[in-house]
């Protein structure tokens, strides 16, 4: 597990520095995704120390956001006051992307590719 | 040291370090964890939900500022960073679904992400929100961890982003079914891939719980999502009108 932590956290890294340099409007982490994912890709395989940290990370993704999560304490009377419009939006919201996904998907069909 | 700490210097001592803010975090959350096993993983029952009731809870009784809790579950905090590179490996797994489908699916999670921003955006701004809650409803759809980076550098509340993510995942999970059967989705690749699109994490697990295809393709639409967000969110914010 050790030799996978370090390697996610030195391509993190790698992302973090490629963001402060070259790329400052895209997350450090997601830059690192992304060479991690051409790594991947070039290796044609993932190591078994770095699935057994991703495996971890994804089963409690949720853990890591708890603590700004939290933070929502703090704007409280804003969301009170403003209850409807959230709630509106974020139910229309949803409803519309499901809804245009699948429309978009169901008209590019699956009958072009040999299903 | 020999002479018994009164009960105020131990407390001192202990909302002096970051242990407490980490046990309650953990403890917040193995409570959330526990009881969304319990409930055969109801989406209500989200893990993240409870844990922020619990933490808030205790902060309000223990007279603890938020910041304070803050500086201390920050090391909690920190590992977004670290979790948001190791998605590249589901990615990668996911990446043998596209084969055959690269069109329609890349279309597909297009036309949702700019679904879900202005969709967002616009009933926000219609009923009157502010300019925080609308622009932390810009990358809602995008899995937390990632949504918040992006809110952060667009100069948005990473707080209300995540909140926003949550729910989204917990409305997308519970929502899915009926929007799809409505539509007459039946096959489980598209069904899933929508469902990622929209709910990201919370409506990925939700559909693997329904249909192992469906959790698949949900699972890469969430990544896809994610990169795709984080590479467009931040060119396309100058034409987003968050007012």
Redesign the interface.
């Given at each position: 597990m050790i030799p996978g932590?370090v390697q996610?956290?030195l391509?993190?890294g790698a992302?973090e520095i490629v963001s402060h340099f070259v790329l400052p409007?895209?997350?450090?982490?997601?830059i690192?995704?992304?060479l991690?994912?051409g790594f991947?890709?070039a290796r044609d395989h993932?190591p078994d120390s770095?699935?057994l940290?991703?495996?971890a990370?994804?089963q409690?993704?949720?853990?890591?956001?708890?603590?700004?999560?939290?933070?929502?304490?703090?704007?409280l009377p804003?969301?009170r006051q403003?209850a409807?419009?959230?709630i509106?939006?974020?139910?229309?919201?949803?409803?519309?992307?499901?809804?245009?996904?699948?429309?978009?998907?169901?008209f590019?069909?699956?009958g072009g590719?040999?299903? | 040291m020999n002479n018994r700490l009164p009960i105020q210097e131990i407390w001192v001592y202990l909302s002096g370090s970051p242990l407490l803010a980490l046990i309650l975090t953990l403890t917040a959350y193995q409570i959330g964890y526990a009881l969304y096993m319990r409930s055969q993983r109801n989406p209500l029952v989200n893990p993240v939900a409870i844990a922020v009731l619990l933490v808030a809870v205790c902060l309000e009784l223990l007279d603890m500022p938020y910041a304070k809790y803050f500086e201390g579950a920050q090391f909690v905090h920190f590992l977004l960073g670290t979790a948001t590179v190791s998605l590249a490996i589901p990615i990668y797994r996911g990446l043998s679904g596209l084969k055959g489908r690269v069109f329609p699916l890349l279309l597909a999670l297009v036309a949702g992400g700019l679904t879900s921003i202005f969709s967002a955006v616009g009933i926000a701004h219609w009923f009157g929100a502010d300019q925080a809650i609308v622009g932390a409803m810009v990358s809602k759809s995008v899995t937390a961890p990632i949504a918040m980076g992006v809110a952060e550098r667009l100069g948005y509340s990473p707080t209300l982003t995540a909140v926003f993510a949550v729910v989204t995942g917990i409305l997308g999970a519970i929502l899915a079914r009926f929007v799809l059967d409505g539509l007459g989705l039946k096959i489980w690749w598209q069904r899933g891939f929508a469902i990622g699109v929209a709910a990201h994490g919370i409506g990925t697990s939700r559909a693997f719980s329904v249909h192992p295809e469906a959790g698949t393709y949900a699972s890469l639409a969430m990544g896809l999502h994610g990169i795709l967000g984080a590479v467009a969110i931040p060119m396309l914010a100058g034409y987003i009108p968050t007012f």
């Amino acid at each position: 597990m050790i030799p996978g932590l370090v390697q996610i956290l030195l391509w993190q890294g790698a992302g973090e520095i490629v963001s402060h340099f070259v790329l400052p409007h895209i997350p450090g982490p997601v830059i690192g995704l992304v060479l991690l994912l051409g790594f991947l890709a070039a290796r044609d395989h993932v190591p078994d120390s770095m699935a057994l940290v991703s495996d971890a990370f994804s089963q409690h993704l949720g853990l890591l956001f708890v603590p700004a999560a939290t933070g929502v304490i703090l704007f409280l009377p804003q969301l009170r006051q403003h209850a409807w419009a959230v709630i509106l939006a974020l139910l229309g919201s949803v409803v519309l992307t499901i809804a245009v996904t699948a429309l978009v998907l169901r008209f590019t069909g699956p009958g072009g590719d040999g299903e | 040291m020999n002479n018994r700490l009164p009960i105020q210097e131990i407390w001192v001592y202990l909302s002096g370090s970051p242990l407490l803010a980490l046990i309650l975090t953990l403890t917040a959350y193995q409570i959330g964890y526990a009881l969304y096993m319990r409930s055969q993983r109801n989406p209500l029952v989200n893990p993240v939900a409870i844990a922020v009731l619990l933490v808030a809870v205790c902060l309000e009784l223990l007279d603890m500022p938020y910041a304070k809790y803050f500086e201390g579950a920050q090391f909690v905090h920190f590992l977004l960073g670290t979790a948001t590179v190791s998605l590249a490996i589901p990615i990668y797994r996911g990446l043998s679904g596209l084969k055959g489908r690269v069109f329609p699916l890349l279309l597909a999670l297009v036309a949702g992400g700019l679904t879900s921003i202005f969709s967002a955006v616009g009933i926000a701004h219609w009923f009157g929100a502010d300019q925080a809650i609308v622009g932390a409803m810009v990358s809602k759809s995008v899995t937390a961890p990632i949504a918040m980076g992006v809110a952060e550098r667009l100069g948005y509340s990473p707080t209300l982003t995540a909140v926003f993510a949550v729910v989204t995942g917990i409305l997308g999970a519970i929502l899915a079914r009926f929007v799809l059967d409505g539509l007459g989705l039946k096959i489980w690749w598209q069904r899933g891939f929508a469902i990622g699109v929209a709910a990201h994490g919370i409506g990925t697990s939700r559909a693997f719980s329904v249909h192992p295809e469906a959790g698949t393709y949900a699972s890469l639409a969430m990544g896809l999502h994610g990169i795709l967000g984080a590479v467009a969110i931040p060119m396309l914010a100058g034409y987003i009108p968050t007012f």
